[in-house]
């Protein structure tokens, strides 16, 4: 069977958009789980950082005293509160949306361009990936508020 | 519960079949108060895997090839019954999306306060609500 080429997961956080896109963006390194399976080298990632604005890049940060290390993914669209997209190294498409729900911000992480990866990684994407990324930030934002 | 891939899952989860799912998909929200969690596409944008929550409860749903649903089939074949906190109110929010019942809200002998419905096509749902809190 082969794999879908787009995933699609929707989380509901109790903070408005714009601080939902800042804990997205600002707090990345607090949220995003550290793991064999989550960076490039795992052994040498000592940080995760955005840089801010269309063009910025996501970084593996390797030196944390220059804030250097590989580039994981580039910034193309930077709407704080509304949107986030990023094309990764591997050529597929994040795209975060931040949308007004009631009291809370509706959150979608939708990674496309899966078909354009080999099986494997595209399996690997579609079963962990986004769905991953958006509950590790989705826990981290309800247990920030409960404190 | 299970968890994987980030998602907790019930023990139990239904596996909705639908000749149309993206339109399945509007009815439930709009009048059912599910909300989207998860949704996988092909490259043609063909919807091949979904998923709705409301609650503590999750649905999947598809489309498989050739599939007829229970209006062309002629029957139903199964009933989805859902625990909610205000039935009375699920009620309102599915007849304001013009909703097709199986009766309105009614005290049941058994201990419950519920109503049936059916879904665009034609799959009964229940929803229920107990008459007395924890017992």
């Known amino acids: ?147 | 519960m299970t968890n994987y891939g980030g998602l907790q899952y019930p023990t139990l989860c239904p596996y909705l079949y639908y000749e149309d799912t993206a339109k399945a998909m509007e009815f439930l929200e709009r009048a059912f108060g599910f909300r989207e969690r998860f949704v996988s596409k092909d490259d043609d944008g063909t919807l091949r895997h979904v998923e709705m929550e409301r609650g503590g409860a999750v649905v999947m749903m598809g489309s498989p090839p050739d599939h007829k649903n229970p209006k062309h089939l002629g029957q139903v074949t199964v009933g989805i019954y859902v625990h909610v906190d205000d039935v009375d109110k699920v009620y309102e929010q599915a007849r304001a999306a013009g909703t097709e019942f199986d009766g309105e809200p009614a005290d049941q002998a058994y201990g419950v306060r519920s109503f049936g419905a059916r879904d665009p096509e034609g799959h009964q749902w229940w929803f229920a609500q107990p008459l007395t809190a924890g017992n």
């Not at chain 1, 550290?34 to 996501?58: K, N, Q, S, T, Y």
């Not at chain 1, 094309?87 to 975060?96: L, M, S």
């Open chain 1, 1 to 147: 069977m082969t794999q879908p080429a787009s995933v699609r997961v929707t989380v509901y956080v109790a903070v408005d958009p714009i601080t939902a896109f800042e804990i997205f963006t600002e707090e990345i390194d607090v949220w995003y789980r550290r793991g064999p399976h989550h960076f490039f080298d795992p052994a040498r990632a000592a940080a995760i950082r955005f840089e801010p604005g269309v063009g910025g890049r996501l970084v593996e940060v390797y030196d944390t005293c220059t804030g250097e290390g590989r580039e994981m993914a580039r910034v193309t669209v930077w709407e704080p509160g509304q949107r986030l997209h990023l094309r990764d190294t591997r050529n597929t498409d994040i795209d975060v949306t931040f949308e007004a729900a009631g009291d809370e911000t509706k959150v979608t992480l939708e990674h496309r361009g899966l078909e354009r990866l080999p099986a494997a990684e595209a399996e690997s994407h579609a079963r962990f990936g986004g769905r991953l990324l958006i509950a590790w930030f989705s826990d981290h934002l309800r247990e920030r508020t409960r404190t």
